[in-house]
C-alpha cells in the first residue's frame, strides 16, 4: 500500500512568512515543507509537497495522484472559496482528504465563509496556525493506518 501523502498548496502561499504574519504567522512555506518531512518520517510516510498559483497544476497534481497516493492534504488557498474544478478533481480521488487552512476563515470575510472543497474532505482543519498541517498529516496517518515509529 502507497505512503506517500501529497501535500498541495494553492496561490500565494509561496508567500508566506514574507507578508501578512498577523494573519498567517512568520514561518515560510519552506520551513512547513521541513515540518511536514521530519513528521512525515515519524509518522512512516513519504510526503509530495507542492504549491501552485495556477488552478489547472493543482488539478493535473490531483489527477495523478489517483491510484498511487494514500493521502492529500490541500491548503487551496483562494481557490477554496471559488474552485469546483478543484472539487471535481478531488471526487475523484479515492483516498482521505483534509483541507488546511492556516488563519480560522470564519472568523474572516464572509467570502472566506464558503468552502466547495470541504465537500469531499474527509476533515477540516481551520485557525490553528501552520501547525494544521501537522494535525493534517496525524489524520491522513491515522486513516490510513501508517505506524508511527
Ligand atoms: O488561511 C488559509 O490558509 C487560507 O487558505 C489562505 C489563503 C486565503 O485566501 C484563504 O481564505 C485562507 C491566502 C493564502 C495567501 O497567503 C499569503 C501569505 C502571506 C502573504 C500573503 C498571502
Redo the contacts with the bound molecule.
Sequence with gaps: MSRIVLVLN????N??G???PEI?GRETLADVEADCRRLAGELGLEIEFRQSNREYEIIDWIHEARGRVAGVVI????F??TSVAILDALHAFEGPIIE????N?HK?EEF?HRSYVSAVASGVIVGCGTQGYALALRRIAALVGAEAG
Design positions: 494553492g496561490p500565494n502561499l508567500l508566506l514574507k507578508r501578512q498567517y491548503n487551496p488557498a483562494a477554496t472559496h488546511v487552512h492556516i488563519s476563515v474572516r472566506r
